[in-house]
């Protein structure tokens, strides 16, 4: 699904797909020189960032394995509490592994620094992180991201993964809907 496609619903497209293609491209270039024969583990959090793994895991050159988890992260309104739930867990031992998780989005970074935690516990190799998108004004702790996306500003946003209610995660692009989007439901 393109911009034009939902044209009533946007506001604005904060990053394109050309852009999304240029940063998975140069992001997969560089983990494909630090991560050669290694065969990183990527652990994606469903479902956000689903669309990010797919796209560059195709555009790394290096063998790698993937796997996913289901995490809740449970709060009050729309911030993250940090107290986090496994609703899926990897079907894969991480022990010994370096695994590189790949994000949709760092908003609060409480759910990440969960996860990388975790997997440290579970006895990783190594444990680093590439985030697509961030949003620096809400972080509440710090993450060292190695592997950086687009910084975006502190706005709602959908498309290549995300959503509002399940809707816009096929959207090739990232993108803020018009306030009467939310006020319509
Ligand atoms: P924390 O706060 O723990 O949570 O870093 C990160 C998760 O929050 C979701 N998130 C968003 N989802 N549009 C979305 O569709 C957004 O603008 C947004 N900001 C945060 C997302 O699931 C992310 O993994
Ligand atoms: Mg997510």
Redesign the pocket.
């Known amino acids: 699904m393109k911009i034009a496609d939902i044209q009533d619903d946007i506001a604005e497209e904060l990053v394109s797909k050309e852009q999304i293609d240029a940063k998975i491209r140069e992001v997969a270039a560089q983990v494909d020189r630090d991560y050669a024969g290694k065969n990183p583990l990527l652990v994606a959090?469903l479902k956000?960032?689903v669309n990010t793994l797919a796209a560059f895991s195709q555009a790394l050159r290096i063998p790698v394995t993937m796997d996913f988890m289901s995490l809740s992260?449970y709060g009050s309104g729309t911030?993250?509490s940090?107290t986090v739930t496994v609703r899926q867990d990897l079907s894969t031992d991480v022990r010994g592994r370096h695994v590189l998780i790949v994000?949709?989005?760092?908003?609060?970074?409480?759910?990440?620094?969960w996860l990388i935690k975790e997997l440290k516990r579970r006895g990783a190799a190594s444990v680093e992180v590439f985030a697509l998108l961030e949003?620096p004004a809400?972080h509440?702790v710090h993450i060292d991201v190695k592997y950086k996306g687009y910084e975006i500003p502190d706005?709602?946003?959908?498309g290549f993964g995300?959503?509002?209610n399940e809707r816009y995660r096929n959207l090739d692009s990232i993108a803020v809907l018009k306030p009467q989007v939310y006020q319509g439901e």
């Open positions: 959090v956000g960032a992260s911030t993250s940090g994000e949709d989005i760092i908003d609060s970074g409480l759910t990440l620094d949003k809400r509440e706005k709602f946003v959908v995300l959503d509002y």
